[in-house]
């Protein structure tokens, strides 16, 4: 392995922002160091992913951490499916930083609005000696999520993410806060504990929790315990991406954070589920029909039953919770398929709800600003008074309701072909399902857009407009890149699609995955510690 | 496929049970010390379960220093339950944390409703203008501040600082405290349905 070799970028997506954590923690005095170290941070990483996103395309670049041999020691695995949600979460990332460091550079105390207003600008002052760090935190756990190749680590990379979004949900400790993230934490804390027992439940049925050895296995554990493991695992990422019915912490805890949180969380939080649903169901636990049958029916209750939360809110950000989850069914309605063009269909998918589901809680926060609030009720007349906004705000919603020509729209005809390709009466069933849900996505986001923008405001916002009349331009900056790149996906959707599509059959095809890890037959590495398992559980 | 030498560890699998049916019986609890012991609890359990998974006890893993005929024992095991150890703690410190927030903020530590239940107690509190709230459960807490707090105006809610910590102290059964505050509205409510 000479110095330069590509392995030498797989562990940089998670060790360069946790280095820069650690910086920017004990630089906490000095506010302009830890911006840069922070921005530095994240396109590195960003750009280490790009370039893994090139080198995965030939094959899994795999990299055992500390040269320490592979069933018993870590190893980082970026095949097409990672790489791919790296990059994108790498760019998320980015923007949602540069978005939050606006949004902290303008929201200097002291402002003297109507009482209000001031509580919110008070309650969105993120103190910065802690935010950095532990954005960099998040962007590491999503990361070495991502890039796990041990059941374990994912466990581990989980709970990274998973603490540093307890702070960022809880920032500044304001009542609210507390009483969401109390639901949040604690539904969180159970399902990492379900995760954790089902990572020991896999241990002792196989003796390994390296993912490619269980993939081989996996097939030779009697079928019940196989089930239960994979039920387990399945409650434990269902929580995390918010699947219905163990969606009902979403809509409730996101909208409190500070816009650049929720909207990180929105789009990364749930992906980091669905992506390991993804994960194992395709390479441990391929082919249970069953299981598939029961993912296929969740899939459409939490599209149809998350639309129609959506529908009811009279609160933007409420509303967008709702679609949050709705759409996570379309993911999981890809997923439970099992087919390689539905799995392709629901990388794609998530690709593209990454990007528009960010975007939209970015332009939120400055219809916050703008507007002074989020209640549709008491907002009213931006399209006048802000067009760019309403352009901002109008772009990703079709784009998030499926209107052709944009990569919604791409990645729903995707899953509608494949489920129909399925043919069998549940398909059928999950193909009608995502139809209603895109029209009434479009319904709720329409109605939205209207209220906010295009009907005359209510009298008392004419009075006294509680909103900011200028925008700063760092915070409009970034969510207009994020538009523009929820715009780019649709340009470059033929090579996307085409990536997801060779993602999907490698992770469907598990022996290209395994193989990677073991080349020649599981006989990679010779430490020490690998013939004490290879004993403990011939 | 694996046969584990299950006698040694019997009393490890049924402490491992014990521990999760406790944890689970607290995770169920509204109050978020008990919350944290549950997860306390439920963690060790979790850690123990995979202690179990490592199999038969045996010298220390340490290569050389085991004696030829003696297995050593897992040290995989070992080392993915330290690693959660440390995970656990950390989490039980931010929990803490927050429990004693919330107990600033309110008074007491309890996982307070989501604004989806508060709204639909609030349409129900609607739906019976008549109703007297004087004896609603709460002291201090007015339909109307209950509104606000629907609406998240957060600014115009007063922290009432229930005396419900001490009270908790000293209640007979886990967990009644609770019954009671929640009892004017599940009472109010009861009332609606007769009504209606």
């Known amino acids: 392995m000479s110095m330069w070799s590509v392995d030498t970028l797989v562990p940089l997506p998670v060790l360069v922002p946790l280095f820069g954590a650690g910086l920017t923690l004990a630089l906490h005095r000095h506010v302009r160091a830890q911006r840069t170290i922070s921005v530095a941070a994240i396109a590195v990483a960003l750009a280490a992913s790009v370039a893994l996103l090139v080198a995965a395309d030939e094959g899994p670049v795999v990299v055992d951490i500390g040269d320490w041999a592979v069933p018993v020691g870590v190893d980082l695995v970026a095949d097409r499916l990672a790489a791919l949600m790296l990059t994108v979460s790498g760019v998320v990332m980015l923007c949602v930083l540069l978005y939050s460091m606006a949004q902290g550079v303008a929201d200097s105390p002291g402002r003297d609005d109507d009482p209000d207003a001031d509580e919110e600008s008070e309650a969105d002052v993120i103190p910065v000696a802690i935010y950095h760090p532990t954005y960099l935190v998040l962007a590491a756990g999503v990361a070495d999520a991502f890039l796990a190749g041990d059941l374990f680590n994912l466990y581990v990379g989980f709970e990274i993410l998973l603490a540093a979004s307890y702070v960022l949900l809880t920032v500044g400790g304001t009542g609210e806060r507390i009483r969401a993230g109390s639901v949040y934490v604690v539904v969180a804390l159970l399902s990492s504990i379900l995760f954790l027992t089902a990572v020991g439940f896999a241990y002792a049925a196989t003796g390994t929790v390296n993912i490619a050895q269980l993939a081989e296995r996996m097939p030779d554990v009697d079928p019940a315990v196989r089930l239960g493991i994979q039920l387990l695992l399945l409650l434990a990422f269902g929580i995390k991406a918010a699947i219905f019915p163990l969606s009902a912490w979403l809509p409730d805890s996101y909208p409190t954070a500070p816009a650049p949180v929720t909207a990180v969380f929105a789009g990364l939080l749930t992906k980091v589920g669905v992506y390991a649903i993804l994960r194992t169901q395709t390479l441990l636990f391929p082919g249970h029909e069953r299981v598939e049958q029961v993912l296929m029916v969740l899939a459409v209750l939490t599209m149809v039953v998350g639309i129609l939360g959506a529908v009811a809110q009279d609160d933007v950000k409420r509303l967008l919770s709702f679609t949050l989850v709705s759409h996570i069914g379309y993911m999981v309605f890809g997923i439970a398929l099992a087919s390689e063009a539905g799995t392709a269909a629901a990388i794609f998918y998530v690709v593209h709800h990454i990007t528009v589901q960010t975007t939209l809680f970015l332009v939120v926060g400055l219809v916050e600003r703008r507007g002074g609030s989020t209640s549709l009720d008491r907002l009213g007349g931006l399209a006048k008074v802000a067009p760019g906004l309403a352009v901002l705000f109008f772009v990703p919603a079709m784009n998030l309701a499926g209107i052709p020509p944009l990569s919604g729209f791409l990645g729903k005809v995707g899953l509608l072909e494949s489920g129909v390709a399925d043919g069998s009466l549940l398909a059928w069933v999950a193909v009608v399902g995502s139809v209603v849900t895109s029209l009434l996505t479009l319904y709720a986001l329409v109605k939205a857009w209207n209220k906010a923008f295009w009907q005359a405001p209510p009298e008392a916002i004419v009075e006294g407009t509680t909103g900011q009349a200028v925008l700063p331009r760092g915070m409009v900056g970034p969510t207009a890149a994020m538009v523009a790149v929820g715009l780019a996906l649709t340009v470059v959707a033929g090579p996307l699609y085409a990536y997801s599509e060779r993602a999907a059959a490698t992770s469907m095809d598990g022996r290209t995955y395994v193989e990677s890890v073991f080349p020649g037959g599981g006989e990679r590495g010779t430490g020490s510690s690998n013939e004490v398992v290879g004993e403990e559980h011939p | ?196």
């Open chain 2, 1 to 196: 496929m694996i046969v584990l030498d299950t006698v040694p560890s019997g009393a490890l699998v049924l402490a491992v049970g014990v521990l999760f049916a406790a944890g689970v019986y607290l995770l169920l609890e509204r109050s978020l010390t008990r919350v944290l012991l549950g997860f306390v609890l439920v963690g060790n359990g979790a850690n123990l379960a995979i202690l179990v998974a490592g199999g038969r006890a045996g010298a220390s893993p340490i290569v050389g220093n085991a004696p030829e005929d003696e297995r050593m024992s897992d040290p995989l095991a070992q080392a993915m339950i330290l690693t959660s150890i440390v995970i656990t703690l950390a989490l039980v410190a931010f929990v803490l944390a927050m429990a004693y927030r919330s107990w600033q903020l309110n008074g007491h530590d309890e996982v307070q409703d989501d604004v989806e239940d508060r709204r639909i107690a609030r349409l129900a509190a609607r739906n019976a203008p008549s109703y007297d709230d004087a004896d609603a459960g709460e002291p201090g807490v007015s339909l109307d501040e209950e509104a606000a707090e629907i609406h998240d105006e957060v600014a115009q809610v007063t922290t009432v600082r229930a005396p419900e910590a001490p009270d908790d102290g000293r209640d007979p059964a886990p967990g009644m405290g609770r019954d009671r505050s929640q009892g004017g509205r599940d009472g109010r409510d009861g009332r609606d349905g007769g009504r209606a």
